[in-house]
């Protein structure tokens, strides 16, 4: 079992900056795979990015390429979503995930192959 609890989230202007981390406890956290998703009000959950179990490989959603940044901290048990130029559509519930252990050494954007969620936290951007 892998506990995963999101935090940082928060209101901030267009234009503006915010943090998601998402420390881990269960199991060896540098075994998974991660990723992080959203929700936006009324849409699907989508993915948004993911990191390999190294940290060696990322990938990003078209629309927060350039943007968003994944990173990962293994010696902390702790997944990092650094979200910078925000826009008013990045407003959404962020989830972390950590994949099931066959897919740790890529990053996979379907959602089914993640085993473990955090509960979310709300990022609110204001224009």
């Known amino acids: 079992q892998v506990q995963l609890v999101e935090s940082g989230g928060g209101l901030v202007q267009a234009g503006g900056s915010l943090r998601l981390s998402c420390p881990a406890s269960g199991r060896t956290f540098s075994i998974y795979a991660m990723g992080w998703f959203r929700q936006a009000p009324g849409k699907e959950r989508e993915f948004v990015g993911g990191i390999t179990r190294s940290g060696v490989i990322t990938d990003y959603a078209d629309s927060v390429k350039g943007r968003f940044t994944i990173s990962r901290d293994n010696a902390k048990n702790t997944v990092l979503l650094q979200m910078n130029n925000l826009r008013p559509e990045d407003t959404a519930v962020y989830y972390c995930?950590?994949?099931?252990?066959?897919?740790?050494?890529?990053?996979?954007?379907?959602?089914?192959?993640?085993?473990?969620w955090g509960q979310g936290t709300q990022a609110t951007v204001s224009s």
């Open positions: 995930a950590a994949a099931s252990l066959q897919y740790s050494t890529y990053v996979s954007r379907v959602q089914t192959r993640y085993q473990y």
